[in-house]
């Protein structure tokens, strides 16, 4: 995801910061956004990576990510390439000729980034950096007036439905 500070700044309506210490903490913000919108969505990078899969053996591979648009490397624990039988890179799921017990490492490319999981990032950040910030924030003071979350919740319900249609299926 390509979220800058400046974008950040721009969304908390506050003009781009020149000091290294609140430079330093808008980006803690900013990575922990952005952390949690990755780990529920499985998507938050554009162009290619590479990501790692623990397989028990099993021809199925499923992968940390969903909606890449493609699978474009399949290395078996060994380091040997392998070519799948099928991959739906949309889903998540490439299947092998030959399970293997192991780490795999499957290479993706990523379009464009949903703009509602980059909102909900900026919007995961203001937050958290807002009740870093604001005395009253903690106490449901003024930031909670504001249409803010309540307080003590640090994905607040605007991000949370932004980020709805791509979480990840889990287990409950």
């Known amino acids: 995801m390509a979220v800058t500070i400046a974008e950040l700044a721009e969304h908390m309506q506050q003009p781009v910061p020149t000091e290294l210490a609140k430079v330093a903490e808008m980006q803690r913000m900013l990575d922990a956004a952005l952390e949690r919108v990755t780990a529920e969505c499985g998507t938050a990078a554009t162009g290619r990576s590479v990501v790692p899969v623990v397989s028990t053996g099993g021809p199925q591979l499923l992968l940390p990510v969903v909606r890449a648009e493609a699978v474009t490397a399949v290395v078996d624990?060994?380091?040997?390439?392998?070519?799948?039988?099928?991959?739906?890179?949309?889903?998540?799921?490439?299947?092998?000729?030959?399970?293997?017990?192991?780490?795999?490492?499957?290479?993706?490319?990523?379009?464009?980034?949903?703009?509602?999981?980059?909102?909900?990032?900026?919007?995961?950040?203001?937050?958290?950096?807002?009740?870093?910030?604001?005395?009253?924030?903690?106490?449901?003071?003024?930031?909670?007036?504001?249409?803010?979350?309540?307080?003590?919740?640090?994905?607040?319900?605007?991000?949370?439905?932004?980020?709805?249609?791509?979480?990840?299926?889990?287990?409950?």
Do not use: C, K
Not at 77 to 100: K, M, Q, Y
Not at 104 to 127: C, D, M, N
């Open 77 to 172: 624990p060994d380091g040997r390439a392998v070519v799948p039988l099928a991959a739906d890179p949309f889903t998540g799921i490439v299947e092998v000729p030959a399970g293997r017990r192991g780490t795999w490492r499957v290479t993706v490319t990523f379009g464009a980034v949903p703009a509602s999981l980059e909102l909900a990032a900026l919007i995961i950040a203001a937050h958290l950096y807002g009740t870093q910030r604001n005395a009253g924030a903690s106490r449901g003071g003024p930031v909670a007036s504001q249409g803010a979350a309540p307080s003590g919740f640090a994905i607040p319900n605007r991000a949370a439905a932004l980020m709805d249609p791509y979480r990840l299926p889990g287990i409950a």
